[in-house]
Each structure stands twice: as structure tokens, then as C-alpha cells.
């Protein structure tokens, strides 16, 4: 696995709650220790470790992986909406990454019996294979990602995700238009 960045453990101590906007000074900020770029960074390290895996087995890219994964784990099929919905990506970069996967025969167009304006995509038999073969690898990694905490700890990390993406939410439906 690739070796992430070097982690701050005292970025805790260094990182208050940011004053409020009338309380501004430029020295107040640092970059270093400002939230979304240590999510960022964070995101960075995580995407790195897992793509190291799907890119030497299968020259994929982080997209075309999360589209196996949401295909791996629904053998109906989607319709490329759905895989936007479930994945938060872009319909450009599903799409680019649907027509790489059909290129490398590990997706399958049909028609949509539901609806014959549309299709669905599905993993090839090739596609299912290479999603076998990487899931319980890509899993191993997430094992080795959370080595040395508890299930304590994870629940409260995905609890404290799950209340800023919700403060993000509300952010977004007051009418800013960006989070």
C-alpha cells in the first residue's frame, strides 16, 4: 500500500473552531490545519491506497472501480442514472467511465424492459470476475485503513460524516448553491 501523507496527530490541538467572519484576521488562517483541506488531503490518501490496488490488477481508474462496485452489488442491472445517484459522481464522468468499461468488455448494454428508452448497464462475466477478484483485496486494505480502532471508533467517526455532510445539507438548501 502506498505511504499516505504525513499525518499531524497534533492537528487536533491546533485546529479550533473557526472564529466567526467578524473575527477575522488574516493570520487566523492556515491552511494547514483548515478542516476541508485536511479532508481533502484525507480523501487524497484514502483514494490512493485503494486505487494502488484496481489500477496494477486492472488499469482502472478510481470511477470505472466505483461503477464495478455499484454494479457488482446489484446483478439486475442500473440505468447510468442510478449509478450517478448511488456513487455522487458527475454524469460526465460515469458516463466516461461506463464507455471505458464497455470498451474493455467489463460492462454490458441491454434494454430496459421497464422502459424501452433507456438501458441497463450490467457487469460482463469478465466484469463480475474482476470485481471478485477486487473487492475482498480493496476490503483488506479498508481492514489495514482502520487497524487499531474500535467499532466504538468507527461508529463515531461515520456519525461526525454524518453530521457535517448533514450541516453541509442544510448549507446548501438555504439557497448558497455551494457547500
Given at each position: ?12 490541538d ?6 466567526e ?11 494547514e ?126 456519525s ?9 445539507a442544510?448549507?446548501?438548501d ?6
Amino acid at each position: 500500500m502506498p505511504k499516505p501523507s504525513s499525518p499531524d496527530t497534533s492537528l487536533c490541538d491546533k485546529t479550533p473552531i473557526p472564529p466567526e467572519e467578524t473575527d477575522f484576521r488574516p493570520q487566523d488562517f492556515n491552511l494547514e490545519t483548515f478542516f476541508p483541506y485536511l479532508v481533502r488531503v484525507f480523501y487524497s490518501d484514502v483514494t490512493q491506497a485503494l486505487s494502488s490496488v484496481y489500477q496494477r490488477d486492472y488499469g482502472m481508474m478510481p470511477a470505472e472501480w466505483r461503477t464495478m462496485a455499484i454494479l457488482g452489488s446489484a446483478p439486475a442491472g442500473l440505468q447510468a442514472s442510478e449509478i450517478v445517484t448511488r456513487s455522487s459522481m458527475d454524469k460526465v464522468v460515469v458516463s466516461r467511465a461506463v464507455k471505458r468499461m464497455e470498451e474493455r468488455g467489463f460492462l454490458l448494454r441491454e434494454s430496459n424492459a421497464a422502459d424501452g428508452r433507456s438501458f441497463l448497464l450490467k457487469l460482463s462475466d469478465s466484469g463480475r470476475a474482476a470485481f471478485e477478484d477486487l473487492a475482498p483485496k480493496l476490503l483488506k486494505v479498508e481492514r489495514e485503513m482502520l487497524e487499531g480502532l474500535s467499532a466504538a471508533d468507527v461508529d463515531t467517526i461515520l456519525s461526525i460524516m454524518q453530521r457535517i455532510r448533514g450541516n453541509l445539507a442544510r448549507h446548501v438548501d438555504a439557497g448558497t448553491g455551494e457547500a
